[in-house]
């Protein structure tokens, strides 16, 4: 079982926290292709608190955060 821990405009229709099914091979694409969440927004992409780019092989029980570009003044 993956953890995946959406943050800031991720979370619009969507839930903070995710749970889904661990899959051998799967990457950070296949977690974000069924939230249609598109590869170019994100800025932040973590694996067990570690910076990981989208084609790391996940390992079952990973903890994954994505955010998004926060822009503030």
Do not use: Q
């Not at 974000?32 to 084609?55: M, Q």
């Amino acid at each position: 079982m993956l953890e995946v821990r959406l943050f800031a405009t991720f979370r619009e229709g969507r839930d903070k926290i995710l749970f889904m099914e661990h899959k051998p091979g799967m990457t950070g694409y296949d977690i974000i292709t069924p939230l249609a969440i598109p590869e170019e927004e994100i800025a932040i992409f973590l694996v067990d608190g570690r910076h990981s780019r989208l084609n790391t092989v996940l390992e079952d029980g990973s903890v994954l955060a994505l955010f998004p570009p926060v822009g503030g003044g």
